[in-house]
């Protein structure tokens, strides 16, 4: 089993960055394939990027493609996503996911309780 606890998120300005983490408790981090996902008010939670357990390959979200960059940290069992030119449609809570050997479109058994991130405008 797996806990995940998301921090770094906040308000910025548009054009502005951030950098998400999520820390992971419990062993065998390394076999867990990871995400970002977020969700904005009065919208469905959407994917944002993840990252594989076995090759470490990442995917993004069309939205996100070439400003967000999604990377782990095995021996520190920690995920991180940094944020650059930021806008305001970015504004959501971010939520971190986590899945034993699963597909990056798979099922994500885990999640962490979010962090808002506002982008100001």
């Known amino acids: 089993q797996v806990q995940l606890v998301e921090s770094g998120g906040g308000l910025v300005q548009a054009g502005g960055s951030l950098r998400l983490s999520c820390a992971a408790s419990?062993?065998?981090?390394?076999?867990?394939?990871v995400a970002w996902f977020r969700q904005a008010p009065g919208k469905e939670r959407e994917f944002v990027a993840g990252?594989?357990?076995?090759?470490?390959?990442?995917y993004y979200a069309d939205s996100v493609k070439g400003r967000f960059t999604i990377s782990r940290d095995n021996a520190k069992n920690t995920l991180y996503l940094q944020m650059n030119s930021l806008k305001p449609e970015d504004t959501a809570v971010y939520f971190c996911?986590?899945?034993?050997?699963?597909?990056?479109?798979?099922?994500?058994?885990?999640w962490g309780q979010g962090t808002q991130i506002t982008v100001s405008s």
């Open positions: 996911a986590a899945g034993p050997k699963a597909s990056v479109f798979g099922l994500y058994n885990y």
């Open positions: 419990g062993s065998a981090f390394r076999i867990y394939t």
């Open positions: 990252i594989s357990w076995s090759d470490s390959s990442t």
